[in-house]
């Protein structure tokens, strides 16, 4: 885990010296790094974005403690296991490391929601579908299941076409990172979770 220590020192930085309460805070890998309109497009929830590339479930929840260590989240989107796939782990492994995560999530802030995005479809990544699609069935059923504050947010089905076959248009030139309109697609679907949840809306 080493290769993640600049990253994460950089979110540590971020949050250094302050309890920073009553923040969405967004987690996970650069598609979430990345969003860099994600502070406007969520500005009634005070959010946090606290991505870093790269990173992978099993990272997420490794780095849980020191990430987290100066917030107080009213509550986490995370996007994580696409790269845990794209290393070769298997869906089974993924929902492990998924669980991880939200006992790291109860133990330090109890009951407070948790949005999981979905892994999603990608043209890079085609070759490797099946075990996306595999591993996005094992985690919204694991959610079912659950009786904790945690949902399950379906991006997958509206970023591909009729046939099932990754949206190129939602997507950057590399096939695999999400582009503007990615981004906006997400927006509108995330907001719909967090309105339902009913996190309230915080001002900056």
């Not at 979430?32 to 990272?59: M, V």
């Not at 796939?85 to 006992?103: I, K, S, T, Y």
Request: glycine content about 10%.
């Amino acid at each position: 885990m080493h290769w993640y220590e600049e990253e994460i020192k950089r979110l540590e930085s971020l949050t250094a010296g302050s309890k920073q309460e009553s923040r969405l805070v967004f987690y996970g890998s650069s598609s979430i790094k990345l969003w860099n309109t994600l502070e406007e497009d969520f500005k009634g929830y005070a959010p946090l974005n606290s991505g870093f590339g790269g990173s992978t479930l099993a990272a997420c929840s490794w780095f849980f403690e020191r990430v987290f260590a100066n917030l107080r989240p009213s509550g986490i989107i995370i996007y994580a296991g696409d790269n845990d796939l794209g290393d070769g782990r298997n869906p089974e492994e993924v929902l492990l490391f998924f669980n991880a995560f939200l006992q790291f999530v109860r133990n330090r802030f109890g009951d407070i929601h948790v949005g999981f995005i979905s892994i999603k479809p990608s043209i890079k990544r085609w070759g490797i579908v099946d075990k996306i699609r595999e591993t996005n069935q094992l985690i919204e059923s694991f959610i079912k299941k659950s009786s904790g504050n945690v949902s399950f947010i379906n991006i997958y089905d509206q970023m591909t076409d009729e046939k099932g076959y990754p949206k190129g248009e939602l997507l950057e030139l590399d096939g695999l990172h999400i582009n503007k309109k990615g981004y906006q697609l997400w927006k509108e679907i995330i907001l719909k979770d967090v309105a339902k949840e009913k996190l309230g809306n915080h001002k900056k």
